[in-house]
């Protein structure tokens, strides 16, 4: 099986050396790019281009800290892999940034896809080291993430900020928490025989993703608040749990435009005005695909005049 997927992999070399399989991902390239475009630019159309400019908040304020939190997730990837391999810090930064985009516009995972070929066009670091890393990070994330989520809830429940039962029955509750404690604790036991770094680096990259996350959820609450005012804190943080659930589901495309939806219809059963809570949560969704749509757009076409004809060397394990 390894012989004859080596074997594969050595056609593909051959084939990408040549000027035919040169210009084909040149045109691969591209063709990727106009579709990510155009599914972005469809999403916006879906929402409607007369609620796009309603929906945007007129407080300046939202717009730099929304764009600060946007941002957090790319900027503390390129810290974290910095400390592993060799990236430089420009071309690394819009690399994240793609996989951000990846990620939250298209389909869960499809950024660490992108990333591992960037890497290996990129990096002159052996495949494996660079498969092991984006594993190893991915892991340490889920950990980070999913551990936060039960803290979070946990503390809301206690303390009577949020109150689940009163919009999730119990089954459901209990099932969703014990979903999440079920994911922890399969990430702690599995993590620990999968993940190929030390305990030391581990740790380190697991603090980032730790403070990043903490960072992030307090700005989109205060970013919240700062919009609409006259909801209380404890609807705000009744809607953090829930885009938190919705965020530890895998593989599912454009997390937020559900989270939209979701809030919307939660806002239904809470003593708030739907359409408030509406607006401030499709405001942050637009706003989202306005700045995936300049970002990718710039960066692709910036790639797109001067393309690359060279190709990854495959190298045998």
């Known amino acids: 099986m390894l012989n004859k997927l080596k074997a594969i992999l050595q056609s593909w070399k051959n084939w990408t050396e040549t000027d035919t399989g040169k210009m084909t991902l040149v045109w691969l390239r591209r063709l990727f790019l106009i579709l990510i475009l155009a599914y972005l630019f469809y999403q916006i159309y879906e929402i409607g281009f007369a609620e796009v400019i309603a929906a945007l908040p007129r407080i300046p304020a939202y717009y730099v800290i929304f764009l600060i939190a946007y941002l957090l997730l790319p ?5 974290i892999y910095r400390t592993i391999l060799p990236i430089p810090a420009k ?20 950024g660490e896809a992108y990333l591992f070929v960037w890497m290996k066009d990129t990096l002159a670091v052996k495949t494996k080291k660079i ?9 340490i ?11 979070l809830m946990t503390v809301f429940a206690m303390t009577g900020t949020v109150d689940f039962l009163s919009f999730i029955p119990p089954y459901v509750a209990t099932l969703i928490l014990g979903l999440l404690i079920a994911l922890l604790l399969g990430l702690f036991i599995f993590g620990n ?28 609450v205060f970013n919240w608040s700062l919009v609409v005012p006259e909801v209380s804190w404890s609807i705000w943080f009744t809607f953090l749990a829930v885009k938190i659930i919705a965020s530890r589901i895998p593989f599912l495309p454009s997390q937020d435009v559900l989270f939209v939806a979701v809030g919307i219809e939660f806002s239904k059963h809470l003593a708030v005005s739907s359409a408030a809570i509406g607006g401030v949560f499709l405001a942050g969704n637009i706003l989202s695909k306005i700045i995936s749509v300049v970002f990718f757009s710039a960066m692709g076409l910036s790639k797109l005049k001067k393309p690359s004809l060279e190709t990854p060397v495959i190298e045998e394990k």
């Open 75 to 79: 900027f503390s990837e390129l810290l």
């Open 91 to 110: 071309e690394g930064f819009l690399a994240f940034l793609r996989k951000k985009i990846l990620n939250t516009d298209v389909i869960g995972y499809s």
């Open 131 to 139: 498969f092991q890393a984006i594993k190893d990070n991915t892991i």
């Open 141 to 151: 994330s889920s950990i980070a993430s999913t551990f936060t989520a039960i803290v």
């Open 193 to 220: 025989r999968l993940i190929s770094m030390s305990k030391a680096a581990a740790f380190k990259i697991y603090s980032i993703h730790q403070i990043r996350l903490i960072f992030v959820f307090g700005l989109e």
